[in-house]
C-alpha cells in the first residue's frame, strides 16, 4: 500500500511512495505526531537524481525488517532538497559544522522540536568500512533517546545555539572594487590547474560562474591571463567526458581532473549555466567550438529537458538499465569497442575509437569507455566524424533511457530562460527565443498565478505547496531582464521589477544582508542565508544582478542601493574564496563598469540591437524600441528619437551619455568592454 508521499508532486517522493516506510513529507503534522508519540524524527533527505540516494533507498527503506523498526521508534520524514532548499541548507550545515563534511542522501535525526542532534549522509546495510550500518544507527539512536534523553536535548540545544550564531551580517561593507576583484583573480590564478584547465583537483566541477566572472573580467581590464583561463578551461570541458559527445549538454562534474570520467546526471541548471558561458565565450573570442557547444547544449535542454506546460525538467539520473536489465551508473552513454563495431561495423568503428577515445581497457568500468576527444588522432574527416556520431546517437536512442525529474524549479527555468533567449539571439534561432518565451510564461501563469508569489516548483502545470526562495525570485527575474533585452517586450522588465520589489520587501535585512526565505515564511531552527556560489548562483549574488540590472533599465536609487548593499558579502568573501562566489564577482564586475545603459530607437532583431546584444560590456542593460509608446515599455527609450529617422543607439553609465550614433561599428566600439 502506498504511504503519504503518493500524493506530492516531488518525482523524488514519489520514487518512495511504495516503501513500507511509513513516510511523511516535512509538515507540522509530522513533527506533531513525533510529540504525540514521545519519538524523535528521522528526517531523510536527497533528490530524484542522487545515486547513492537510490542505492540506501533499495538497500535499507525497501527492506521490510528495516521499515518496521524505523516505524515503531521513529516517525520518518521524507524531503526533495530541490523541492525544500531553506530545509536542506539549515541541516546541511549542521551535518558539516558536526562532521567536517556532508552531501546526500542527509540522514539527520530530530527532536519533535526538530533540533537536530544526530547526523550521518549514507549509511550502508551492513557495517564496512568503519561505518556502522543503517539499523546499528537506528538501534544506538532509539536506545540514546529512552535510556539518555537528557544528554540528547542538551546536545540538540547546543547544535541550534550554535548555527543560531552563526548569523551573517556582511551587508553595508561597501561594493566590491578593483582592489578586490584583482586580488580574486589571483586566487583563480593559484587554483588554477594549467594542465587539464578549471581549478582544484578531482573531484571536479564545472566552474560557469567563475568563467562568468573572468570573461567580464578581461571585457573590463583587458587582462589576458583571465580569458585564457576561461577559455581554456571550457575548451578542456568540450573536449572531456563531462561532455555529452553525441547528444550534446553536460554532466553534474568529473570524478578525475582530467575531465574524463563524469557523474553522468545531467542537472538543468549546469546546462543553462554552461550554455550561457559558452554563447559568451563565443561573443568574446569568435570561437567556433564555443558556439557549437552552446547551440547543442541549447538544444539539448529543449530535446531532452523540456515538458509539455514549457518549463523545463530538473534533472536526468545517472543511472539507466544496461543490457542485463541492471540499473547502472552511465550504461546510457558509455560504449566498448565492441559496441562500437556493432553499430558503426569494423572500419567505422576503428575509426571512432581513435576519434572518441574508446580503449580496450576501457575508462570507466567493465571495460566500457566515455566517449571524449583527446585530440591525438590527427587531422580528420568533419563528414565522416558527422556520420559516424549521427549512427551511434541512432544506436543509443535504442538503449533503456536514464529517468527524468520532471518537477520544473522556478530559479533553474529562469537560468534556462536567460541563456535560451540570448543564445537564440546571438545565433538567429527565433525557435530558442520562443522556447525562452514559453518558459518565462508558464513562470507567470503557473508559479506566480493567484497569489502574486512565486511557487518554487510545479509539476504537470499544477504550481506545488512550497514557496519560492531568494534564489527563485533572483534567478527568474534575471531570465526576464534577458528576454526583455532580446525581445524588447516591457512586461518582462515589468515581471521583473514585480519580483524584485518582493525582494526588497520580504527579503531584506539590516545593512543589505539578504535571506533565503522570506520575513513571513515557515521558520525554521535557523533562517538560512548562504552568500556563496556552489552549483548555481546563491540567492543572494542572483538578487544582487538582478537588482542591478533592474536599477540600470529603470534608474531606481532603492534597487541601485539593495544591490550595492548585498555585495557587500562579495567584498567580504571574493579575495579570500573566489571560486565559490563566482557569480557574485561577475555582478561586481557589472557594478564596476557602471553597468552601461543601451537604448537603441530602432527595430527589434535590428543591426544595432544585435550589435548592442553582442556588446562585451560586463552586465550591459539594451532596451529596443521604436515609435511614440517605446518609452512605455522600457524608461530607457524615454527622450531617445531616432536621429533623422535612422535608427539610433543612446550608451550611457555613471550618469553619463555618449552622443548618439546610427552607426553599428561606432556602437561595438562603445561596447566593447
Same mark, same amino acid.
Do not use: M
Given at each position: 500500500m502506498a504511504n503519504r508521499l503518493a500524493q506530492t508532486t516531488s518525482p523524488y517522493l514519489r520514487q518512495h511512495a511504495d516503501n513500507p516506510v511509513d513516510w511523511w513529507p516535512w509538515s507540522p503534522e509530522a513533527f506533531e505526531t513525533a510529540r504525540e508519540r514521545d519519538v524523535p524524527v528521522l528526517l531523510s533527505v536527497g533528490y530524484a537524481s542522487c545515486h547513492w540516494c537510490h542505492v540506501m533507498a533499495h538497500e535499507s527503506f525497501e527492506d521490510k525488517t528495516v521499515a518496521a523498526y524505523l516505524n515503531a521508534h521513529f516517525v520518518p520524514v521524507k524531503v526533495d532538497r530541490e523541492e525544500r532548499p531553506d530545509v536542506d541548507a539549515v541541516y546541511m550545515e549542521a551535518v558539516q559544522a558536526a562532521t567536517g563534511h556532508g552531501g546526500w542522501p542527509m540522514t539527520v535525526f530530530l527532536t519533535p522540536d526538530a533540533e537536530p542532534f544526530y547526523f550521518g549522509t549514507y549509511f550502508p546495510p551492513e557495517a564496512r568500512h568503519g561505518s556502522p550500518s543503517f539499523q546499528q544507527v537506528l538501534e544506538g539512536v532509539a536506545a540514546a533517546w529512552t535510556d539518555r534523553r537528557e544528554e540528547v536535548a542538551e546536545v540538540a540545544g547546543r547544535i541550534v545555539a550554535d548555527l543560531a550564531g552563526r548569523s551573517l551580517a556582511h551587508g553595508g561593507d561597501g561594493a566590491p572594487g578593483e582592489q578586490e576583484t584583482a586580488q580574486a583573480l589571483l586566487g583563480l590564478t593559484r587554483e588554477y590547474d594549467e594542465q587539464h584547465g578549471g581549478f582544484g583537483g578531482a573531484p571536479k566541477f564545472p566552474p560557469s560562474m567563475a568563467v562568468e566572472f573572468l570573461l567580464r573580467h578581461y571585457a573590463r581590464t583587458g587582462s589576458e591571463g583571465a580569458l585564457q583561463m576561461a577559455a581554456d578551461t571550457c575548451s578542456a570541458m568540450a573536449r572531456g567526458g563531462i561532455y555529452d559527445q553525441l547528444g550534446g549538454g553536460f554532466a553534474r562534474y568529473c570524478v578525475d581532473r582530467e575531465w574524463v570520467v563524469p557523474h553522468f546526471e545531467k542537472m538543468l541548471y549546469d546546462n543553462a549555466l554552461l550554455c550561457r558561458v559558452y554563447a559568451h565565450l563565443w561573443r568574446t573570442t569568435g570561437s567556433d567550438e564555443a558556439r557549437r557547444i552552446a547551440l547543442e547544449t541549447a538544444d539539448f535542454m529543449v530535446r531532452e529537458l523540456r515538458t509539455a506546460e514549457g518549463g523545463f525538467a530538473s534533472a536526468l539520473d545517472a543511472d539507466s538499465e544496461d543490457a542485463d536489465g541492471k540499473h547502472v551508473e552511465g550504461a546510457f552513454y558509455v560504449w566498448t569497442p565492441a559496441q562500437l563495431r556493432e553499430a558503426l561495423g569494423e572500419d567505422d568503428a576503428a575509426f571512432a575509437a581513435a576519434y572518441f577515445g574508446v580503449t580496450e581497457e576501457g575508462t570507466f568500468e567493465e571495460g566500457s569507455s566515455v566517449l571524449r576527444l583527446p585530440g591525438d588522432a590527427g587531422p580528420v574527416d568533419a563528414a565522416r566524424v558527422a556520420d559516424v556520431r549521427a549512427r551511434l546517437l541512432a544506436a543509443r536512442v535504442e538503449r533503456p533511457r536514464p529517468g527524468r525529474d520532471d518537477k520544473v524549479v *522556478? %530559479?533553474?527555468? &529562469?537560468?534556462?530562460?536567460?541563456?535560451? $533567449?540570448?543564445? /537564440? !539571439?546571438?545565433?538567429?534561432?527565433?525557435? +530558442?527565443?520562443?522556447?525562452?518565451?514559453?518558459?518565462?510564461?508558464?513562470?507567470?501563469?503557473?508559479?506566480?498565478?493567484?497569489?502574486?508569489?512565486?511557487?518554487?516548483?510545479?509539476?504537470?502545470?499544477?504550481?506545488?505547496?512550497?514557496?519560492?526562495?531568494?534564489?527563485?525570485?533572483?534567478?527568474?527575474?534575471?531570465?526576464?531582464?534577458?528576454?526583455?533585452?532580446?525581445?524588447?517586450?516591457?512586461?518582462?522588465?515589468?515581471?521583473?521589477?514585480?519580483?524584485?520589489?518582493?525582494?526588497?520587501?520580504?527579503?531584506?535585512?539590516?545593512?543589505?544582508?539578504?535571506?533565503?526565505?522570506?520575513?513571513?515564511?515557515?521558520?525554521?531552527?535557523?533562517?538560512?542565508?548562504?552568500?556563496?556560489?556552489?552549483?548555481?548562483?546563491?540567492?543572494?549574488?542572483?538578487?544582487?544582478?538582478?537588482?542591478?540590472?533592474? *536599477? %540600470?533599465?529603470? &534608474?531606481?536609487?532603492?534597487?541601485?542601493? $539593495?544591490?550595492? /548593499? !548585498?555585495?557587500?558579502?562579495?567584498?567580504? +568573501?571574493?579575495?579570500?574564496?573566489?571560486?565559490?562566489?563566482?557569480?557574485?564577482?561577475?555582478?561586481?564586475?557589472?557594478?564596476?563598469?557602471?553597468?552601461?545603459?543601451?537604448?537603441?530607437?530602432?527595430?527589434?532583431?535590428?543591426?544595432?540591437?544585435?550589435?548592442?546584444?553582442?556588446?562585451?560590456?560586463?552586465?550591459?542593460?539594451?532596451?529596443?524600441?521604436?515609435?511614440?509608446?517605446?518609452?512605455?515599455?522600457?524608461?530607457?527609450?524615454?527622450?531617445?528619437?531616432?536621429?533623422?529617422?535612422?535608427?539610433?543607439?543612446?550608451?550611457?553609465?555613471?550618469?553619463?551619455?555618449?552622443?548618439?550614433?546610427?552607426?553599428?561599428?561606432?556602437?561595438?566600439?562603445?561596447?566593447?568592454?
Open positions: *522556478a %530559479a533553474w527555468n &529562469g537560468l534556462a530562460v536567460a541563456a535560451l $533567449a540570448e543564445t /537564440g !539571439a546571438y545565433f538567429d534561432r527565433p525557435d +530558442l527565443v520562443e522556447r525562452a518565451t514559453e518558459a518565462a510564461d508558464l513562470l507567470v501563469r503557473v508559479h506566480l498565478g493567484e497569489v502574486a508569489r512565486l511557487a518554487r516548483t510545479s509539476r504537470d502545470g499544477l504550481a506545488g505547496d512550497n514557496a519560492g526562495v531568494l534564489e527563485d525570485y533572483g534567478d527568474v527575474a534575471e531570465g526576464f531582464l534577458a528576454l526583455a533585452a532580446v525581445t524588447g517586450e516591457g512586461a518582462w522588465l515589468e515581471f521583473a521589477g514585480f519580483l524584485l520589489d518582493i525582494v526588497l520587501e520580504q527579503f531584506t535585512g539590516e545593512g543589505g544582508q539578504l535571506y533565503d526565505t522570506a520575513h513571513d515564511a515557515e521558520q525554521l531552527i535557523r533562517r538560512p542565508q548562504d552568500p556563496t556560489d556552489s552549483a548555481t548562483p546563491s540567492g543572494w549574488t542572483a538578487a544582487a544582478g538582478a537588482l542591478l540590472s533592474y *536599477a %540600470a533599465y529603470t &534608474g531606481s536609487e532603492a534597487h541601485r542601493t $539593495a544591490a550595492e /548593499g !548585498a555585495l557587500g558579502v562579495v567584498k567580504a +568573501l571574493g579575495p579570500r574564496v573566489p571560486r565559490f562566489v563566482g557569480w557574485g564577482l561577475a555582478v561586481a564586475e557589472a557594478l564596476l563598469d557602471g553597468p552601461r545603459e543601451v537604448a537603441v530607437a530602432g527595430p527589434v532583431g535590428g543591426e544595432l540591437h544585435r550589435t548592442a546584444l553582442l556588446g562585451r560590456a560586463p552586465g550591459a542593460v539594451v532596451a529596443v524600441g521604436e515609435g511614440p509608446g517605446a518609452g512605455a515599455e522600457f524608461p530607457l527609450l524615454v527622450d531617445r528619437p531616432p536621429v533623422g529617422g535612422e535608427p539610433t543607439a543612446y550608451v550611457c553609465r555613471h550618469f553619463v551619455c555618449d552622443a548618439p550614433t546610427t552607426d553599428a561599428g561606432e556602437l561595438a566600439a562603445k561596447l566593447g568592454g
